[in-house]
């Protein structure tokens, strides 16, 4: 999951060094699980970063610059997974585990 280690590097800054590694995790699952609803709402990749922020997404700004990295992943995800797996779930699985 290599996606996972890019958006760890990303976040890495003094501003969100204040936060714990569980809710840096937690705003990332909530990106991810965002970028799966705009896909489940048929929004294209390339507009899935503007349609997100405009939103209101419940997380820090700074967490908007992640939805680029995590958008491919998600994308690349067959339609039937994205419809019946909780994409978000799993990531912050996978976050907590790094």
Known sequence: ?????????????PLVAQETKEQSCQYQADVVAAVQQARLDRVKERDVA???ADNGPTWPENYNA????IAPWVYEQKMRDVRKKDL???WLELCLQQ
């Open 1 to 13: 999951m290599l996606r996972i280690a890019s958006v760890a590097v990303l976040f890495a800054t």
């Open 50 to 52: 503007q349609v997100v």
């Open 66 to 69: 992640a939805i680029p990295l």
């Open 88 to 90: 978000g779930a799993a």
